[in-house]
């Protein structure tokens, strides 16, 4: 129905919104956005992305886009340009669901891309599927060794947790972490983890105690 870019950019408002409050409570971490192919592609939405920011008095490190695999390669030049321009405000770039499309291991190279995000569909099954772990073990290696972030989803347990743990990947989500909350409830979780100096408040680091 030609909504996608309006929705985008409803979402990015209020993340934005959202993250300028946990900033003047003090709590400096950044908030992830999805982002659709539409926009991705659409070589307007950087001065979107500016605007919003600049209304928000928000630094672009505020602000972490989420793309699916697809939405980069289908017209992945026109997706690489908005990717830099985004890159270029400081704003950092999230490769979601990560090894259920099909990336070009050229673009992946290329793309000015901070992390990378293992689909749910590996991890949650990694300790009691050899071929899983084998994805999991090799994404989480090869995104080392082309200087990006390896954020693991769906992590439901404490043995995943500690598995990941192990192989160095830097993030976990899933639902042993949290799960989706309303602000207010987050905020307080968040507050209540700054007065803790063990756990990083930019996402749940491997390597730091859990609660």
């Not at 956005?33 to 505020?62: C, E, K």
């Not at 490769?95 to 793309?111: A, P, V, Y």
């Not at 192990?166 to 972490?177: E, H, K, V």
């Not at 602000?183 to 730091?208: C, F, H, K, M």
């Amino acid at each position: 129905m030609g909504l996608m870019r309006a929705l985008d950019a409803r979402v990015l408002e209020l993340a934005c919104s959202q993250a300028r409050a946990w900033l003047d409570m003090g709590l400096d971490i950044w908030v992830n956005v999805n982002v659709s192919r539409d926009s991705i592609q659409d070589i307007a939405y950087p001065d979107l992305l500016r605007t919003a920011l600049g209304r928000h008095g928000l630094p672009g490190r505020a602000i972490v886009l989420e793309v699916t695999e697809d939405g980069l390669l289908e017209s992945a030049d026109q997706a690489r340009k908005v990717v830099e321009l985004a890159a270029d405000l400081g704003v950092r770039m999230a490769i979601d669901d990560f090894g259920t499309g099909f990336s070009s291991l050229g673009r992946l190279r290329d793309l000015p891309v901070d992390y990378l995000k293992i689909d749910q569909t590996f991890v949650t099954d990694a300790l009691v599927e050899s071929q899983n772990a084998a994805i999991v073990e090799s994404v989480v290696s090869l995104a080392h060794r082309l200087g990006r972030q390896v954020v693991a989803e769906g992590v439901e347990d404490e043995a995943t947790l500690a598995y990941l743990d192990r192989l160095a990947a830097d993030y976990a989500q899933g639902y042993f972490i949290g799960r989706p909350v309303p602000p207010e409830e987050i905020t307080q979780r968040l507050q209540a983890e700054a007065a803790s100096p063990v756990i990083d408040l930019q996402a749940v680091a491997l390597g730091t105690p859990v609660d």
